[in-house]
């Protein structure tokens, strides 16, 4: 499979690709005035991925359907949201979709799937109605629509701040590093019960000035571990929101638990929300082998499991 990245005008049915995330670190500095936490966070692109399949229309009409019957197919679908806001801020009525979303990564999962999903139909939509609207321009309007959604366009490895949109590349060259990925498929999170419980747990104690967001926000970009992503000055794993979530959630609790039981591994740590989580390897070839040997127990102990490469790219055209 070829995957190109950048954009294209194209009148035929288009595939999309959109890839999950895992932070490597999610720290919540505090409480901003518009009720959203502000945040400090590495996040990472893994090949574990959707698909949209796209086909224009001219007479107006947006449609989705999903390979997943426990996935809404309708207006609260970020996909959905994406192509209307698309379509009635750049285009017109007449602009129309049929849109197809082969679902992998699993939901309510601290993996920003639905995010993913969203910015993919923004670039798709993009080219299919020969918008022309430049990736700063999509990045703006993915903002709007959710605060992981900007990181899922441009995606590889960015430090996020704000609300989660403010992106900051690094300048890493493609790592090598792989994880593997376990979900309870019974569980899932609610990112606003996560950053509810953070506030009410950990509010007192919040950062209150942009002075002292400014001054965590540099003391993270300074991070030695930054400049490689490599085994060498392997990542520290740090997620605020586990240390609330984890005591409450049993499936959190267990599969932590698993994690740090598997051989060679350089951390383990809950992506995002959760309830996902993941244990950190030099490479997918060990990350793999160590998966093979150890799938069936964690089967056994009800978790699904993926070994996921790291990526340096978000959303692209699969061609
Ligand atoms: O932006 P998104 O739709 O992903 O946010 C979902 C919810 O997560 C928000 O409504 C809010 O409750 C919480 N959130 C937050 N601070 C952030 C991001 C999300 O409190 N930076």
Redesign the pocket.
Known sequence: MRISSGFMKASHPIKVNAPAKINLHLEVLGL?TD?????AMVMQSIDLADYLEITSNKEGLITLTVDDPSLSAGNENLIIKAAKLLRDRFGNNHLGATIHLQKNIPIGAGLAGG?SDGAAALMGLNALWGLDLTKPQLKDLAGE?????PFCLDGGTQLCF???EKLEPLNISSSSMAVILVKDPAVSIS??W???RS?ELKGSSYLKSDFEFEQRRQQLREKSWLRFLSISDPPPLNNDLQQVVEPEIPAVQDALKLLSALPGSFGVAMSG?GPSCFALYSTYVEAKEVLEKNRVRLEDSGLESWCCSFLSQGVTFES
Do not use: C, I, N, V
């Not at 009720?35 to 945040?39: A, C, K, P």
């Not at 629509?145 to 959604?149: E, F, I, N, P, T």
């Open positions: 901003r009720g959203f936490h502000e945040l995010s629509l959710g605060s992981d959604m704000g609300r989660g990112t606003p996560a950053y509810g506030k929300s």
